[in-house]
C-alpha cells in the first residue's frame, strides 16, 4: 500500500509560479513512477507529467511543456511539481499518482496505480 498526500497548493495570479509537493509512505518510493494528474471544473481528469523511479525520465503534457517541471527525491520519498508562468486555464485539483508501471500510469490505464486526495490551484486572471 502507497499512501499520497499533497500539499502546495492555492490561489496565484495569471504569470506567477507555485510549487507542489506529493510525500508518499509505504512501499519502496524509487521503484514507483510518479505523476501529476488534474481536473478542472466539468472536465475529465486528464494528465500533466510523470517521472519515472530509477533514472528519472520525463514525460509531459503539451498544454504543459516548457512551463512545468516535475522532480523527485528519491531520499524523502517526495515528488515536487514546479509550475511557472500560470495560466487560468491550468486551475484545477492536482492529483499526485503512483504506479510501478511508468507505461500504464502514462496512460492512466492501471488499477493498480495509488492516488492522492488532490490539491486545488486556482490561477486567477
Known amino acids: 500500500q502507497v499512501q499520497l498526500v499533497e500539499s502546495g497548493g492555492g490561489l496565484v495570479q495569471v504569470g506567477d509560479s507555485l510549487r507542489l509537493s506529493c510525500a508518499t509512505s509505504?512501499?519502496?518510493?524509487?521503484?514507483?513512477?510518479m505523476g501529476w494528474f488534474r481536473q478542472a471544473p466539468g472536465k475529465d481528469r486528464e494528465f500533466v507529467a510523470i517521472?519515472?523511479?530509477?533514472?528519472?525520465?520525463?514525460d509531459y503534457a503539451d498544454s504543459v511543456k516548457g512551463r512545468f517541471t516535475i522532480s523527485r527525491d528519491n531520499a524523502k520519498n517526495t515528488v515536487y511539481l514546479q509550475m511557472n508562468s500560470l495560466k487560468a486555464e491550468d486551475t484545477a485539483v492536482y492529483y499526485c499518482a503512483a504506479d510501478s508501471n511508468y507505461y500504464k500510469l502514462l496512460e492512466s490505464s492501471s488499477s493498480g496505480t495509488y492516488w492522492g486526495q488532490g490539491t486545488q490551484v486556482t490561477v486567477s486572471s
Open positions: 517521472i519515472s523511479g530509477a533514472i528519472g525520465r520525463t
Open positions: 509505504g512501499r519502496t518510493f524509487s521503484g514507483y513512477a
